[in-house]
C-alpha cells in the first residue's frame, strides 16, 4: 500500500448503506465491511467508519457483527489483498471493487494462520453477488469474478511471490516496519505479527464488588472458559458481546486489556486523595483508580463527547467524579489547588494497540509521531505545575515508538527535575498467552517536596 496511492484516492462510496441484499447473506456482510474499508482509505477511522454504515443502514445486530468482523480481517491484510489485486488485475479497479477483492481474500486465505471461515467457492460467489447488487460497481462483476476464480487457481504462485514482499508478508507500511526494526531489533517480527492477531478479550474484575476467584467460579458455572492474568484480570477463552459478560450490566467487570490495569494500582492512591486523570475518557483507568479507593477524581478530557462515555462507565460501576471538558496543556479551567496524584494518560499514535485497531497503520503517517509528541511534553510540563509536592505522576502511552514514551520521558525528568520511579516501562506486545497485553509504556515520577 502506498501514501500516495492513498491520498488521490476519491471512490463514490456508498454511504447511505442500503442493500437490497439479504441480511443475512455473506454478499451483505461483505459489502458493508468494503464500504467501510474504502472510507478508511479516504482517511477516517475504522470505527467511526462502521458507525457511519450501521447508522444509515438497515442492518440487524448479526449483519453487523459480520460486517465488522470481515472489515477488521480486511485491514489485517490489506497490503497484502492490494499486491495480489495488481498481480491479477489488468488496469486498477475502481476503489469500491479494489475493497471489495481485498475483504474477500483474507476470506480465502487467512494469513494469521486461523482456519478459512467459510468455503471458498462461497467467497468467490457471494462476491460476485455483492458486486452485481452495487449501482456504481455492477459492471465490474465479471472482473469480480474472473479475478477471485484466478487467484483460488493460481493461488500458491501468487502467494508465494506476494509475501516476498515485507509490506505483504507482514502487513503495515515499510516506515512502520522499520521503525519497529529500529526500536526492537531482537523483537520485531513477533511485534508485528502480534499485532496482526485478533485481541483477547480480557476483563478487569470491580474489587468492590467481587473477587477474581468468584468471579472465575461464575465463569466456570456458565460454562465460561476462563484464565487470570493479572492481579484483576481476567482473559476469556472465547470472546463474546460484552452484554453477554457476566454481570456487566451489574458493574462485577469491565473490558480493559491486562496492560492499561497496571496504571491505577501503579498511581498508588489512598483514600482522601486529590486525583486528576488528564486525558480520561473513555473512562477505563478513571474507574479502575475509584475501584481501588475513595478518592476525589477530576476526569479531564478535550473531547466533551468522548466525555460522556466516562460518565457511563461511572453510571454502570455506581462511581463518582467530576468531569472536566478542557485541555490537558491549559491550565485555564484549573482553580490552582494541586493534586497529590495525576495520571497522563497522553494522546499518541496507538501503535501499542494495533492489533485491537488495525486500521491505524494504514492512518497513521511517520511525521505524526513528532507532532504528538510536540503536544504531548506540553501536557505534561503543564500538568507537572498542579502536582502537590511528595505527589506522584503516571505517564502512560499506547505508543510502540520511543520518540513518544521513553525519550519523552527521560526529557521530561530533565526539564522539570522529576525523581523517576519504579514503573514497568515500554511493555512489548508479543502476543504470547502468558503475558498477553497491548504495547502500552509507563513511567512514573515524583515532585520532591
Ligand atoms: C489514550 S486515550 C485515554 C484512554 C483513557 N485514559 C482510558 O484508560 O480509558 C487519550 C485521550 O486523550 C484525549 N485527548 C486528546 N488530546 C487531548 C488534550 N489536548 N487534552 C486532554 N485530552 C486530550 C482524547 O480525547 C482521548 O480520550
Known amino acids: 500500500m502506498r501514501e500516495s496511492h492513498h491520498r488521490d ?34 482517511g477516517m477511522a475504522l470505527p467511526q467508519a462502521l458507525a457511519g454504515i450501521f447508522a444509515n443502514s438497515n442492518a440487524t445486530p448479526q449483519a453487523r457483527g459480520a460486517i465488522q468482523d470481515i472489515a477488521y480481517r480486511a485491514m489485517r491484510q490489506l497490503a497484502l489483498s ?3 489485486i495488481s498481480y491479477m488485475a489488468e488496469k486498477a479497479p475502481d476503489p469500491m471493487v479494489a475493497a471489495l477483492l481485498s475483504v474477500a481474500l483474507p476470506l480465502i486465505v487467512p494469513v494469521d494462520g486461523s482456519p478459512a471461515p467459510y468455503e471458498a467457492f462461497t467467497v468467490v460467489d457471494q462476491a ?3 458486486a452485481g447488487s452495487h449501482p456504481d460497481i455492477a459492471r465490474a462483476k465479471n472482473m469480480v469474478n474472473a479475478l477471485l476464480r484466478r487467484f483460488l487457481r493460481e493461488k500458491d504462485v501468487l502467494m508465494e511471490e506476494a509475501l516476498e ?4 508478508k507482514y502487513n ?10 529500529t526500536a526492537y531489533p531482537k523483537q520485531w517480527q513477533q511485534v508485528l505479527e502480534a499485532g496482526n492477531k485478533a485481541p483477547p478479550l480480557t476483563l478487569r474484575v470491580n474489587a468492590r464488588r467481587t473477587s477474581v476467584q468468584d468471579y472465575l467460579a461464575r465463569l466456570a458455572e456458565e460454562g ?11 482473559r476469556l477463552a472465547k470472546p463474546v458481546p460484552v452484554l453477554q459478560i457476566p454481570g456487566f450490566a451489574e458493574g462485577d467487570v469491565s473490558v480493559q486489556d491486562a496492560g492499561a490495569q497496571l496504571a491505577a494500582p501503579l498511581l498508588d492512591v489512598q483514600p482522601g486523595m486529590r486525583v486528576l486523570d488528564a486525558c480520561a475518557a473513555p473512562g477505563g483507568k478513571t474507574c479502575h483508580i475509584l475501584e481501588l479507593a475513595d478518592v476525589s477524581l477530576t476526569a479531564l478530557d478535550a473531547d466533551p463527547k468522548r466525555l460522556q462515555r466516562v460518565q457511563e462507565n461511572l453510571d454502570r460501576l455506581q462511581l463518582q467524579a467530576t468531569l472536566q471538558p478542557a485541555e490537558a496543556q491549559s491550565d485555564a479551567w484549573w482553580d490552582g489547588q494541586q493534586f497529590d496524584r495525576i495520571l497522563a494518560d497522553v494522546p499518541c499514535t496507538a501503535s501499542g494497540i494495533v492489533r485491537r485497531h488495525p486500521d491505524i497503520r494504514w492512518l497513521r503517517r511517520k511525521s505524526d509521531t513528532r507532532q504528538l509528541a510536540t503536544l504531548s511534553a506540553e501536557i505534561l510540563d503543564n500538568l507537572w505545575k498542579m502536582l502537590a509536592p511528595n505527589g506522584k505522576l503516571l505517564f502512560v502511552t499506547c505508543s510502540l515508538w520511543p520518540q513518544e514514551s521513553e525519550a519523552q520521558a527521560a526529557a521530561f525528568a530533565v526539564r522539570n527535575r522529576a525523581t523517576r520511579l519504579d514503573a514497568p516501562g515500554q511493555l512489548l506486545p508479543l502476543g504470547s498467552s502468558e ?5 502500552l509504556f509507563y513511567a512514573l515520577f515524583r515532585k520532591d517536596a
Do not use: C
Request: a negative charge.
Open 9 to 42: 484516492l476519491k471512490p463514490r462510496v456508498q454511504t447511505d448503506f442500503k442493500s437490497e441484499l439479504k441480511q443475512e447473506s455473506l454478499a451483505f456482510a461483505m459489502l458493508g465491511a468494503a464500504s467501510a474499508t474504502v472510507q478508511v482509505q479516504q
Open 128 to 130: 460476485v453477488t455483492a
Open 172 to 181: 503495515y507500511p515499510q516506515w512502520w516496519i522499520d521503525a519497529v526494526i
Open 224 to 234: 465460561m472458559e476462563a484464565q487470570q492474568i493479572g492481579p484483576s484480570a481476567i
Open 165 to 168: 514482499n515485507p509490506e505483504a
Open 435 to 439: 503475558q498477553d497485553h497491548d504495547g
Open 82 to 84: 492490494e499486491l495480489l
